[in-house]
């Protein structure tokens, strides 16, 4: 058998064997298709990463209980019979007016939720009434029998409405809030206004403002025996 004929037995044989590959993919395709095909070779071979879920199919954290507990609702202002300076500020904090005026009675006004800092002072906004506009003072005040707590008491607060107050001397801010269930927050003092025992809340959407006792649930003896009793008395928050 001569060269030529060799080499054209080789390109034939290499023919059929490329023919009889075409014919084979087809089915092996299909056979790979499945999910629980047992191909050895392609157990060997790295699997497709899953794809992203998207954000919405990641379960919603838990809400706390001091989120969904309280609904907060509006805030106004009390002033005690007394005389006040008022005052009215325009652009960037410039005193534009101040007044002295006297109340012969107590007078509640609606009023922004947070007080403001403009200057050195700070400011509790009227929000109406005849001096809308107008700022009264939020000067510090000092609370009678005063004891703090270290660490921080634990506070139940009873479900319905309540009263959260702050307090400036002559001034009290109140927010008016309702708890659908009862919710334990931190307390960081208890003190006397008026003659009514206060605890001042440090945590949830009341932080910094004073409930009254009679709308908590009475402590633990546990948590009872971290009050830290202060002589004298303290400048409020």
């Not at 209980?65 to 609904?71: D, I, L, N, P, S």
């Not at 005389?83 to 509640?108: D, I």
Request: aromatic share 8%; hydrophobic share 45%; with cysteine.
């Amino acid at each position: 058998m001569d060269s030529r004929t060799t080499q054209r037995m080789a390109a034939l044989a290499l023919l059929t064997f490329i023919f009889a590959a075409a014919a084979f993919m087809p089915a092996a395709d299909a056979a790979h298709a499945g999910p629980d095909h047992a191909c050895p070779f392609c157990a060997t071979r790295p699997q497709p990463i899953a794809a992203m879920p998207q954000p919405e199919a990641y379960p919603t954290p838990a809400a706390t209980q001091a989120a969904t507990a309280v609904t907060l609702g509006a805030t106004t202002v009390r002033l005690r019979a007394a005389v006040y300076q008022v005052y009215r500020f325009g652009a960037r904090g410039k005193l534009l007016e101040q007044r002295t005026v006297r109340f012969a009675s107590p007078r509640v006004w609606r009023a922004p939720a947070e007080e403001v800092t403009l200057g050195t002072g700070r400011y509790v906004k009227l929000a109406s009434g005849p001096y809308s506009g107008w700022y009264v003072p939020a000067a510090s005040t000092v609370s009678a029998a005063t004891t703090h707590f270290t660490p921080h008491l634990n506070v139940t607060l009873r479900s319905g409405p309540l009263v959260a107050r702050r307090f400036f001397g002559p001034v009290v801010t109140r927010r008016i809030a309702t708890l659908a269930t009862t919710a334990t927050f931190k307390s960081s003092k208890r003190a006397l206004f008026n003659g009514a025992t206060h605890y001042l809340i440090e945590t949830g959407p009341l932080a910094g403002r004073w409930v009254a006792a009679s709308r908590i649930i009475v402590p633990s003896a546990t948590d009872s025996q971290k009050a830290t009793p202060t002589p004298a008395a303290s400048p409020t928050a």
